[in-house]
């Protein structure tokens, strides 16, 4: 079901970028990467299915191809939510205005990157060797390092998107 809430979610930003920018909300570029990464976004999260389909222990490959699809999709719509905020001079006074609505913009950006940089190659790896990463099992604390990078992505990538499109709404 969470791919089918994604897609039915791309759809409607979509819609919401289109009509902003048929405002004058937005610039040209913006509304060009729009149409480009729709297409890609959908597919990558409809290619999702394969976790369901592959099964893991059979080939470990087949199955985590279709979550790197997600993920990738994932990192898509942060950057095009970022872009947004940005090319649309969204302005929360909550935390400060115009600029402070920027630079933290750009913080977030880059720390969902970076985290998002580290997983991909963890999952990539996962795809290419069928098996996971050494760097991945070693001990963090009580976790390993995978299940590490797995959270802090999963902050950046799904809980503050998640709270990000109430304040947006």
Known sequence: LF??????YLVLDFMTIALSYQRGELTKWFWT???IFFPIEIVLC?????????????NVAGHTAGFLGLQIALIMVA???????LDSQVAYQF???LKNTRIVTIIYLICTLTISAVKVSATIY???Y???????KKPVGSLVTGQLVDYIWMFFNALIPLVLSFIRA
């Open 3 to 8: 791919e089918y809430s994604l897609l039915i």
């Open 33 to 35: 990467l729009s149409k």
């Open 46 to 58: 409809a290619w999702f299915r394969m976790i369901f389909v592959v099964v893991a222990y059979e």
């Open 79 to 85: 950057i095009q939510n970022s872009f947004y905020v």
């Open 95 to 97: 935390i400060g205005g």
């Open 126 to 128: 996962v795809v290419m």
């Open 130 to 136: 069928s098996t996971g990463a050494g760097w991945t």
